[in-house]
């Protein structure tokens, strides 16, 4: 069965220090692989989504980047952490294709 | 037109009682309309989810009503309990593209 993990679970970083969020889905290949953000009491935003290796879509330019080094590893990266980038931070996947979203349990981001 | 607006944004119930979330969407080719519950410091799950072609799937006290040509489609929680409590997503999508999400719901079942 697909599984995925996603660390570290809570994380508490000071402004201006770099980021790196890991996500790995396991049992499937080519998955589609998403990065949410979900700011306390509020929705879900879609950061970044991607559909194979290298392969990257930007939903909302920020501070934050994206890549796909493996088919499936998706890593979450800022260079210099802002003070709103504090939330909740969720990993999904999901089969190309027509097929449901299954999401990650987070990385709940600090920025202090 | 990708907007899906869900209401309430919360919602207390007595336990035993019905929970009703309610979502409406505009973009009339979205065709897969999914329901995730998110539980406090973990990630949304897929509780139910349903397609235009059929008007009530139910899977246990869960049951999806969908109204094509309202363009709505709601969550009935029957017999809720204190174990439902959580936040309750809609969601909708067209084939292959991302989903786009309703804003969230958060339930109470009052013991």
Known sequence: ?112 | QQQVKQSPQSLIVQKGGISIINCAYENTAFDYFPWYQQFPGKGPALLIAIRPDVSEKKEGRFTISFNKSAKQFSLHIMDSQPGDSATYFCAARTGYSTLTFGKGTMLLVSP
Do not use: M
């Not at chain 1, 994380?11 to 080519?30: D, F, H, K, M």
């Not at chain 1, 999401?103 to 920025?111: A, K, S, W």
């Open chain 1, 1 to 112: 069965s697909q599984t995925i993990h996603q660390w570290p679970a809570t994380l508490v970083q000071p402004v201006g220090s770099p980021l790196s969020l890991e996500c790995t889905v396991e049992g499937t290949s080519n998955p589609n692989l998403y990065w949410y953000r979900q700011a306390a009491g509020r929705g879900l935003q879609l950061l970044f989504y991607s559909v194979g290796i290298g392969q990257i879509s930007s939903e909302v330019p920020q501070n934050l980047s994206a890549s796909r080094p493996q088919d499936r590893q998706f890593i979450l990266s800022s260079k210099k952490l802002l003070l709103s980038d504090s939330g909740f931070y969720l990993c999904a996947w999901r089969d190309s294709g027509n097929s449901p979203l299954h999401f990650g349990n987070g990385t709940r981001l600090t920025v202090t």
